[in-house]
């Protein structure tokens, strides 16, 4: 399974970006997909997950600014992201696991100006 994501870029502090992530095939609901960042040096965060019949899962960080949703029909993950802050700029991956099983987005880069 590849997946792809996209819609990041550059945005002013305050704005929004939505990004997309597209699995290659169907992935069964009991896989949990979500989105990650990292900044160089660091190791990569969690920034929200969504399991299907589960809460969504947000970083305290994001909680009330970003927003995470599945179309389970089509195999993709969104992460809305608003009210944006110079400290979300990172390289953001997109996730899918079950169990033991994982599969890993490209990255799209975020920045946000400040």
């Known amino acids: 399974v590849q997946l792809q994501a996209s819609g990041g870029g550059l945005v002013q502090a305050g704005g929004s970006l939505r990004l997309s992530c597209e699995a290659s095939?169907?992935?069964?609901?009991?896989?949990?997909m979500g989105w990650y960042r990292q900044l160089p040096g660091k190791e990569r965060e969690l920034v929200a997950s969504l399991s299907s019949g589960r809460l969504p899962n947000y970083a305290d960080s994001v909680k009330g600014r970003f927003t995470i949703s599945r179309d389970y029909a089509k195999s993709t993950v969104t992460l809305q992201m608003n009210s944006l802050k110079p400290e979300d700029t990172a390289v953001y991956h997109c996730?899918?696991?079950?169990?033991?099983?994982?599969?890993w987005g490209q990255g799209t880069q975020v920045t946000v100006s400040s």
């Open positions: 996730k899918a696991n079950y169990r033991v099983i994982e599969y």
């Open positions: 095939r169907n992935i069964a609901r009991t896989y949990t």
